[in-house]
């Protein structure tokens, strides 16, 4: 709805194109012409009627503002597959990267999950991990762990397309832990144990 929205998605529908590097998966279908819509709520029954008249083989979420409904969830034939990016069970939740940073973490990842009714706890179908650099923030930790899914993306599909199912939804949410939305004051915390190690 921005202006500079308006002018990308101009550039990447024009001859100019080339000049543009797609920021989301939106600019990406538009840059490629891809049948796309936008939603503010894929729990909506015509969002949902959609899914299921497209015959949409599987539904892939990445840091998705919706707790999706089961039946959204099971609309696609072979489910719906979360990223998140952490290493599940343990930081499920909605700021993960925030939390393994403030914990004192050294490793991070990021874990492919089929999707049940409830936040983060369907079981895991992979999960790749790295180490996390001193110092790093929050912005730079997400990028290489959300770089990390995608340039593991395609060995996934590959396995969930030659199993044809991603398994039981099994409830996994006894296990490891959940942090919700940090304080001001942790978050400041976090800023300041940052600016110690950068000054050293």
């Known amino acids: 709805s921005s202006v500079c929205s308006r002018v990308r998605r101009v550039l990447l529908n024009g001859p100019l194109k080339r000049l543009v590097q797609p920021q989301s998966a939106y ?5 490629r012409h891809l049948s796309h819509s936008i939603t503010d709520d894929l729990n909506n029954p015509s969002e949902t009627q959609q899914l299921a008249e497209r015959n949409v083989d599987l539904l892939l979420v990445c840091v998705c503002k919706n707790i999706l409904r089961t039946e959204t969830i099971q609309t696609p034939q072979l489910g719906t597959l979360n990223i998140h990016p952490s290493l599940l069970p343990n930081y499920r ?3 993960p990267v925030f939390w393994m940073l403030y914990d004192g973490e050294t490793t991070a990842g990021v874990s492919f999950q089929k999707m049940i009714a409830k936040i983060d706890a369907g079981p895991v179908v992979a999960q790749y991990a790295m180490s996390i650099a001193a110092g790093s923030t929050e912005a730079e930790l997400s ?3 959300f770089q990390l899914a995608a340039d593991r993306l395609g060995e996934v ?4 397309a030659d199993l044809q199912v991603l398994g039981p939804a099994v409830d996994k949410s006894a296990q490891g832990s959940y942090h919700s939305f940090p304080t001001a004051q942790q978050q400041a915390e976090l800023r300041a144990r940052r600016s110690a190690v950068t000054n050293h």
């Open 27 to 31: 600019e990406w279908a538009v840059s």
């Open 93 to 95: 939740g909605p700021m």
């Open 143 to 145: 990028g290489q762990l």
């Open 157 to 160: 599909l590959g396995q969930v």
